[in-house]
């Protein structure tokens, strides 16, 4: 009986152990980064054994520790870039500025455009470096802006390109050639003994074009009437320096210069003979 009682508290401390052993075995640590994976793990532990936790004999039940990690993959989305309400192209100027009927000088001024007010760009015309605007608060009336001063806002690649207008046909009013303040007798030989009227400048067109470099094609027309009857001819000189010369009664004149864009360009017309010269009559042009 003592030999037995001396193995069998040994041999029961053992068991005991044991048991405690196998159920340590079963605690487990798992770190979950997120919600799903910790549903995921307790998912697997629980099922350990092949049956249910709940019918588990406690001292086989799984005891789960789960430490919660930060996501550090979690990114800021950016916020889209939100599209103009409208999506209009817009025009202000930096400096007072004639809106035409056409790219130049020679079409009427219909609209002037202030610093400060905004208006509706429909269209352009890259060649000549205008815009075409819808005149503000005149809905549907339109006129061509000079783009030197003009200050775009929006994407210009949405408006249509328009073809370049012709120039305004000139408008000639026939006016009587009246006669000198000295009237030469039948017998008289002094018909060149002053100086001729000055004639008057009825109209003057310019045509721009590009030249390259920078540079542009003035192309003018000048049509006048001849207010004297004793010239030898007409002179038409420029601010560059230019000098042409027309045959006596002559009305009318073309030239062509290349200058830098945006030059203002002078044009002087006088009428000569051998007494002298008659006061020179002039009109200016520029091409942007």
């Known amino acids: 009986m003592n030999t037995a009682r001396k193995y069998a508290i040994p041999l029961l401390i053992t068991l005991v152990l044991f048991t405690l052993a196998c159920g340590l075995e079963n605690i487990q640590v798992v770190e979950a980064p997120n919600l799903e994976a910790t549903i995921t793990a307790q998912a697997v532990l629980l099922q350990q054994g092949g049956q249910p936790a709940a019918v588990q004999d406690p001292a086989q039940q799984a005891v789960i520790v789960v430490t919660a990690t930060p996501d550090g993959n979690t990114v800021s989305q950016p916020v889209p870039v939100q599209p103009s309400a409208t999506g209009d192209v817009t025009v202000t100027v930096t400096a007072v500025t004639n809106c035409r009927t056409g790219p130049s000088q020679s079409f009427n001024v219909v609209y002037e455009m202030p610093i400060g007010q905004a208006a509706k760009v429909v269209a352009k015309n890259s ?162």
């Open 127 to 288: 060649y000549s470096g205008y815009w075409i605007i819808e005149i503000p608060g005149k809905s549907g009336q339109t006129c061509w802006l000079w783009g030197k001063y003009a200050v775009i806002n929006g994407d210009t690649s949405t408006l249509k390109e328009v073809a370049t207008p012709t120039s305004p046909a000139p408008t000639i009013t026939n006016t009587p050639k009246p006669t000198n303040t000295v009237q030469p007798t039948a017998t008289s030989t002094t018909a060149a003994a002053v100086a001729p009227n000055a004639p008057q400048i009825l109209t003057s067109f310019v045509t721009c074009s590009d030249a390259g470099g920078g540079n542009r094609n003035y192309a003018i027309e000048l049509n006048w009437a001849d207010n004297s009857n004793n010239e030898t001819m007409f002179v038409i000189t420029t601010s560059s320096n230019r000098l042409d010369g027309k045959s006596p009664n002559a009305t009318s004149h073309t030239l062509t210069e290349v200058l830098p864009a945006g030059t203002n360009l002078t044009v002087s017309l006088s009428a000569q003979n051998g007494t002298g010269s008659s006061a020179p009559v002039s009109t200016s042009f520029s091409c942007p």
